[in-house]
């Protein structure tokens, strides 16, 4: 045993934990400290004061936490408790919350350290040491802001809770700051097993025998489970039902995520342990690594699915050959995006718990009772959770309830289930509570990314530099299963021509399947790749029509009554891209005057799904005979704030104390439908929440009823519907980002963010959520990457490798939030979490052309190590 004291007591912990984080956690049941990377150490979200020094837990052995005093958040004086958590919820410096305990343990070791040798911590002392912490939310701006006011001996007073339009604090903001609001990998019920994965050896293999043997002998061991022991259904999806739960004996791994077995065992070490002794008989196959290669292939890459193109999205307006042949300038280019991976700082949790659900017997023999399971998940859609695990399960949904407990981050990338088939079998299997959490390693192979799509431009303007016609192929890796990859380069299609008229369009974009990582959803979906090549051409139109960046946009943008891409008239809501183009102007032209190296972007991105999906959202709002009210919704809370939004809109509607309201996501009810993802949760769920108080109102809110709401978008048009102006999305959000360059290093120094939401329900959280876009669209149009070798293995396994900016090197960000409301959206609400970096990468690289003369065309530009490099191929 090893002996410490921990927050004031002594305490023994066993010497067999791999480092002091899992004492903590698993042993001695403090759970402020997160695990977001063990062991590597490089999230810093496990951070506590080992002898009053800041260290990372998962780096510190047993040995060195023997005789030494640990403090973590819950041993701090509840003064400077409050203190923390006031300032952090004051200035906005959290979203999801997950790294923000470390970080708070951090600041104060530089605090402590400071204040001992008489000094005041300053910002970029600040910023540096918060390097070795991840953020992958707040960009940081608000963090370091909460930081010098703990710095300067400000506690600030946050801002009362209101209605729509108010900045009052984040809902849970205090938990969250504190650590005490407990994610997945936090529950710990009596009883737990745990469950870990075997994953795939090679990305392309028929596997002949898997051999268990070795892993069930493993003392601490319970099961080991193969697809043999699945009683449903062997293929999940959100879509297309393609993404094999396990590979069986007999079956062909299609990348390295593919689990081939499931070990369960008391406890996490063993059964990571016991996955890696699960031996495998297979034969490698080529790979399919790169699209090109893979469309033109006579082969399947991917097992039991025929072909390899998993879509085509195409559309053309007017004749686009003879447009470009009349133009006064003309311009050819080829761009290419990299993978990136999402790098959500909480790793992906499951924990399913065995249930009985009491039943009548129609024979009048028995109870009736039936098992069922009760599955903790913070996936993005539980109610599709719910659905196929049910398949899997092969039982009716009725019997799987599923609770989201809100995530550590997503962006997109928990979209499709990863561990909870899984997770969910094990509990089935064993009749037992399993949780199955998934190491750094394993959710960097597993999840999907952001697509890499090559596009091919041609686009021409008049003498004056107006857009006569646009051309444009891309094609797309989307990895080996659906997920939502045809729709992320449907939406690519659409969004090819970025908020510009163009009286003539020809426009086609192809999925591919490959034995890459899957690709999926990932924030801007699909918009951020598209205008990175748009904004491309124009800038390029735009020297050779002899005019600046900001003119050619201002010419081109588009209007209300302008037919738009896929061929929308656009409504009075898009009024919004010129404001936002007009709200750069002065720091546009203040730029040029003091010859700084400056580029401008300026982008579209839709609401919602759009694309003639029937869009249902439901929300219930409840009188308790205690006084409080119950605002009940069905989004994933992943920091972006939806339930704040909830909270505010009831604010606004009932004209209650905001303190009096609980806000709940509802998995027991049928409240809705899809994913949170799209931007969808500000616009729809303060929709229905607004419906369910107003039906409140109208039957004199009495105790005990649910009064529920809806908001339906059920009036969109898919590509393929053959209407000559098909409403294709009901909302759009619009943004203008301008980048300035330090004109000695070429180093981004400022950027100033300009972006329509509609309407902001918090402007400062609203604000927040902008400048972590900016940050993530810095780090993709500059440094991040995740490429993979000829056999499809990622290059980059370890959080630092993948080229996310730090809080030093992150520029100021001005942010300017531009309110013109969306018609027919309740208060006029757009959203901003996917709008956010869709401008950023092609304003990043005007600014460096201005810089140096140099035109770019791949991402990331400072980073040629994470570009993608694939076979020849321009679109014709």
Sequence with gaps: ?????????????????????????????????????????????????????????????????????????????????????????????????????????RTKALLDKASSKGKVLERGDAARHL???????????????????????????????????????????????????????????EGLLHAALRLADHARADIVRIDTSAAEAVDGVHRVLTAADIPGARRVGIIHIDWPVMIPEGGRTSYLGDVLAVVVADDRETARRAAELVTVEQVPLTVYSDPVVAVAADEDAVWELDGNVLSVSTYARGDVEAALAGSAHVVEEVFQTQRIEHAFVEPESTLAVPTVLPGDDPSGEGSGDQPG????????????????????????????????????????????????????????????????????????????????????????????????????????????YASVGMKVLERAAGHASGPYVLPTIDVEATAVRTNSPVCGAFRGFGA?????????????????????????????????????????????????????????????????????PVGLGLGLKNSGLGNGFKEVARAVVHFRDDGRVEVRHCWTEMGQGVHTVAMQVAVEELGIDPECIDVIVDTTRELGAGQTTGSRGTLMGAGSVADACRNALADGCRIGVDYEGEYRVDWTNSLNDGVENPIIHSTFGYAAQLVVLDPETGGVDRVVAAHDVGRAVNPMLCEGQVEGAVHMGLGYALTEGFPADDEARPRNETLRSLGIIRPKDMPDVDVRLVESPQPNAPYGIKGVGEIGLVPTAGAVAAALHAHDGMWRHSLPMAAPDQQEHWADWDGR
């Excluded at 004051?90 to 919350?97: F, N």
């Excluded at 990338?413 to 190491?439: F, I, Y």
């Excluded at 390693?441 to 799509?453: A, F, N, Q, T, Y």
């Design 528 to 596: 951020n790749q598209a205008q990175f090549a748009m904004e491309g051409v124009l800038d390029r139109l735009a020297e050779k029509a002899g005019i600046s960046g900001w003119e050619i946009r201002s010419r081109n943008v588009i209007s209300p009554g302008a037919v738009w891409g896929p061929g929308q008239i656009m409504d009075d809501g898009c009024l919004g891209a010129r404001a936002c183009l007009d709200e750069v102007k002065d720091a546009y032209d203040d730029a040029v005057a003091d010859g700084r």
């Design 131 to 189: 390097g070795a912490h991840l953020c992958r939310c707040t960009g940081y701006v608000k963090v370091l802001d909460a930081v010098e006011s703990l710095a300067a001996g400000e506690v600030p007073v946050p801002l009362p809770r209101g209605g729509v339009g108010s900045s009052g604090i984040k809902v849970e903001a205090f938990e969250l700051s504190l650590g005490d609001r407990p994610y997945v990998d936090d529950l710990c019920p």
């Design 373 to 480: 399971l009760y599955v903790y998940s913070g996936g993005q859609g539980v109610w599709d959770d719910r659905n196929q695990i049910a398949s899997v399960l092969d039982v009716d949904t009725s019997r799987i309830t599923v609770e989201l407990v809100s995530n550590g981050g997503a962006f997109g990338g928990k979209e499709d289930m990863s561990n909870q088939a899984h997770a969910a079998l094990a509990a089935w299997v064993t009749g037992r509570p399993v949780k199955c959490t998934l190491s750094r390693e394993e959710s960097l192979l597993m999840h999907p990314k952001r697509h890499p799509i090559r596009m091919a431009y041609r686009a021409g303007c008049d003498v004056d530099g107006r857009l006569t016609g646009l051309w444009v192929r891309m094609i797309g890796d989307s990895g080996p």
């Design 1 to 105: 045993m090893t002996t410490f004291d921990l927050n004031g007591t002594t305490v023994e912990a066993s010497v067999d934990h791999p480092h002091l984080l899992a004492a903590l956690r698993d042993e001695l049941g403090v759970t402020s400290p997160k695990d977001g990377c063990s062991p590597s150490g490089q999230c810093g979200c496990c951070t506590v004061l080992v002898d009053g020094k800041a260290r990372v837990s998962c780096q510190t052995s047993m040995d060195k936490a023997d005789g030494a005093s640990i403090t973590t958040l819950e041993g701090l004086d509840e003064d400077e408790r409050q203190r923390y958590a006031m300032t952090f919820a004051a200035h906005g410096a959290l979203q999801c919350g997950f790294c923000i305990p470390g970080i708070v343990m």
